[in-house]
């Protein structure tokens, strides 16, 4: 019941930046943390960035101090700043969510991807 849309992925050269969106719809309770993954064909998923509704915030070894994460006022949102770009950042991005639907159902949703490639 609860559905995130990404978007913002594309082309772009290395040392460029990209900007990524997703949003979440549909019924919940609470969103308790947001996050982006990524995964390359013939690779593992692996965890980008996450947030909490808190407002901490963790990221993948590979992307620290050149990406940013954040939430959206509204908290169903959630943005990555992609900076200073590499061609080993081409991947599929997903968005994930998770929290609980009502007081007792937890809930862990996935968007459909956006495509970010990154040339030499």
């Known amino acids: 019941q609860v559905q995130l849309v990404e978007s913002g992925g594309g082309l772009v050269q290395a040392g460029g930046s990209l900007s990524l969106s997703c949003a979440a719809s549909?019924?919940?309770?609470?969103?308790?943390?947001m996050g982006w993954y990524r995964q390359a064909p013939g690779k593992q998923r692996e965890l980008v960035a996450r947030?909490?509704?808190?407002?901490?915030?963790h990221y993948g070894d590979s992307v620290k101090g050149r990406f940013v994460i954040s939430r959206g006022d509204a908290k169903n949102t959630v943005y990555l700043q992609l900076n200073s770009l590499r061609p080993e950042d081409t991947g599929v991005y997903y968005c994930?969510?998770?929290?609980?639907?009502?007081?007792?159902?937890?809930?862990?949703?996935w968007g459909q991807g956006t495509q970010v490639t990154v040339s030499s």
């Open positions: 994930n969510a998770v929290g609980y639907s009502d007081f007792t159902r937890p809930f862990d949703s």
């Open positions: 549909g019924i919940f309770y609470t969103i308790n943390g």
């Open positions: 947030v909490t509704s808190g407002g901490s915030t």
